[in-house]
């Protein structure tokens, strides 16, 4: 990802990209569009996903659309519509046109294509979204940088209800994917005659609380002073 020059950040009062992604998060929330006055949910998810791979992404020419599989058109319409400021931030045309999926991920896209909840611009972003941020390392909810995990089940809920629904007993998200392609194929995830006798119970329904993404990473940035 190519960040602006140092001169036209100074003229224009921008943030350097050193900030941490929750001083990135604050900009970006300061000048919201009419879309983000209208729905502050679906804005505060977008800020928090940009927020979250902008500061990932810094220094890395191209890597906030590979981050959240968006090309630069689709990059470009989301930022203009949900976080303008975040054209303040970076270099669009570094980004890449296309982004490539692999065998794994677009297992995972297709899942999120048949259980989308309606044919928004909004929603087909946050299918790509959710589908490369299910590739990272931590809760889903940490991986789209979001503040909690119940936000990520109001996300499901609205863009995806019908998936959501199926989710009975708020299994981790991240396993929940799997264990529903899995079904989709015919065929049964693992042995256990129920998840309650499985000795792998923790992994799949375990506690998901912990330290927001943009939190952690924000005390993990070196102060200025």
Not at 21 to 44: K, M, Q
Not at 84 to 103: F, H, N, Q, V, Y
Not at 106 to 119: E, H, M, S, T
Request: aromatic letters at 8%.
């Amino acid at each position: 990802m190519a960040f602006l020059s140092e001169d036209r950040r100074s003229e224009s009062g921008l943030l350097p990209p050193s900030l941490d992604p929750a001083d990135i998060y604050v900009r970006l929330r300061s000048r919201p569009s009419d879309f983000g006055r209208d729905d502050p949910f679906t804005a505060h998810v977008f800020c928090c996903v940009l927020a979250l791979g902008l500061s990932e992404a810094a220094g890395r020419t191209g890597a906030l659309g590979q981050s959240l599989a968006l090309g630069r058109v689709d990059l470009a319409r989301l930022i203009d519509r949900w976080a303008p400021e975040a054209r303040l931030l970076i270099d669009l045309s570094a980004e890449p046109e296309r982004i490539g999926l692999d065998d794994e991920e677009d297992q995972i896209r297709q899942l999120l294509v048949r259980f989308r909840g309606d044919a928004s611009e909004e929603t087909g972003w946050l299918t790509s979204i959710l589908t490369k941020r299910a590739m990272s390392p931590r809760h889903l909810w940490q991986d789209l940088g979001l503040t909690r995990r119940d936000e990520l089940g109001r996300l499901m809920i609205e863009r995806f209800p019908s998936l959501a629904e199926r989710n009975i007993n708020h299994m981790k998200w991240k396993k929940f994917f799997y264990r529903s392609l899995c079904e989709m194929e015919g065929f049964v995830l693992c042995a256990a005659p129920s998840c309650r006798e499985c000795s792998d119970f923790h992994d799949c329904f375990g506690d998901e609380s912990g330290e927001s993404a943009l939190a952690r990473l924000s005390r993990g940035k070196p102060s200025d002073s």
